[in-house]
């Protein structure tokens, strides 16, 4: 098997362990990461109702304001990270659930896991 489809296969098997174990409410929903070689994409969820509450990419219209330069790195991730835990403020979201999405907790999922306890929320 080729090394890139046992990785991508390695990480589904590791996503379905974790969500048997982690789900969303309205009051804590689900943060969902996912992470390509380019940009870091992040939503919270609620599977209660099956509705996505906010979302941010490294990819949106004001990310691309604070983020100079690469948007594949630990910094851009840092800083998604903030502006998702701000949008959640407004929200009036205090506590979260983090689902990493199979990846590992390290590089950039931890830098923008980092960022959303910098901007106030705790899991």
Known sequence: MEAAKKRILTRKRNKVHVRKRISGTESRPRVSVFRSTKHIYVQAIDDVNGVVIACTS???KDAKGKIAGYTGNKAAAETVGKMFGEVLKTKGVEKIVFDRNG???HG?????ADGIREAGLQF
Do not use: E, Q
């Open 58 to 60: 490294s990819l949106g």
């Open 103 to 105: 990846f590992l907790y």
């Open 108 to 112: 950039r999922i931890k830098s923008l």
